[in-house]
């Protein structure tokens, strides 16, 4: 019954390497997202999607491509993994519109070695 | 510059002593305040929203209260199990996308 799920939880992987973090809402709506949490704890919005099109898009390099299949589903592609993409990746969803709650998924730990 | 600063860093507390949490924000017009909990290896988890001065919300032992420049977040005779970081995030007029802080660590102590 959970919100919004991410996999996976833990990945550790060499630098250079190519991964995919994958998230999927059952709450019904229309904008998802994807947070990086860095050690100091700072939430940093990266892309958000709403209804499968990409709204946001901070500068983030272009080794990160998100995909959203449908507005259930929004997937992390990270390409030529570096040291420094180490770090909490969330994953969230809300409905669009002035002062609506997002929910968060509980997180993928991402180590690049 | 749209932003938020969250004090103290972390605050230490002993089993029902009260104490509040700040959230001092600058933005060019308030959409929202939201205050969210992180237990660690978790997600945030929403507590409130306040959308104008002067407007509080209250859960369990929490009470968050909003002015126009900072937030609060009471904690009323805190247990153990409100350990957590307490994350504080606006959302501005001139855009839906939130804003931020670094949060604060809670520790209470039995």
């Known amino acids: 019954d959970t919100a919004v799920s991410q996999t996976p939880k833990y990945l550790v992987t060499q630098m250079g390497n190519d991964k995919s973090i994958k998230c999927e809402q059952n709450l019904g709506h229309d904008t998802m997202y994807w947070y990086k949490q860095d050690s100091k704890k700072f939430l940093k919005i990266m892309f958000s999607?709403?209804?499968?099109?990409?709204?946001i898009n901070e500068t983030v390099p272009n080794r990160f491509s998100p995909k959203s299949p449908d507005k259930a589903h929004l997937n992390l592609h990270i390409n030529s993994l570096e040291l420094g993409d180490s770090a909490v990746y969330f994953c969230?969803?809300?409905?669009?519109?002035?002062?609506?709650?997002?929910?968060f998924g509980e997180g993928s730990w991402l180590t690049v070695v | 510059e749209d932003q938020v600063t969250q004090s103290p860093e972390a605050l230490r507390l002993q089993e029902g002593e009260s104490s509040s949490l700040n959230c001092s924000y600058t933005?060019?017009?308030?959409?929202?305040l939201f205050w969210y909990r992180q237990d660690p290896g978790k997600g945030p988890e929403f507590l409130f929203t306040?959308?104008?001065?002067?407007e509080e919300k209250e859960k369990e032992r929490l009470k968050a209260t909003l002015t126009k420049k900072e937030s609060f977040l009471h904690i009323t005779a805190p247990k153990p199990e409100d350990s957590a970081t307490y994350l504080c995030?606006?959302?501005?007029?001139?855009?839906?996308?939130?804003?931020w802080g670094a949060g604060t660590k809670l520790i209470i102590k039995p």
């Open positions: 995030a606006v959302q501005a007029e001139s855009n839906y996308q939130l804003i």
């Open positions: 999607y709403n209804n499968k099109e990409l709204i």
């Open positions: 306040l959308y104008s001065a002067g």
């Open positions: 933005v060019s017009g308030l959409r929202g």
């Open positions: 969230a969803s809300s409905w669009t519109g002035s002062g609506n709650t997002i929910y």
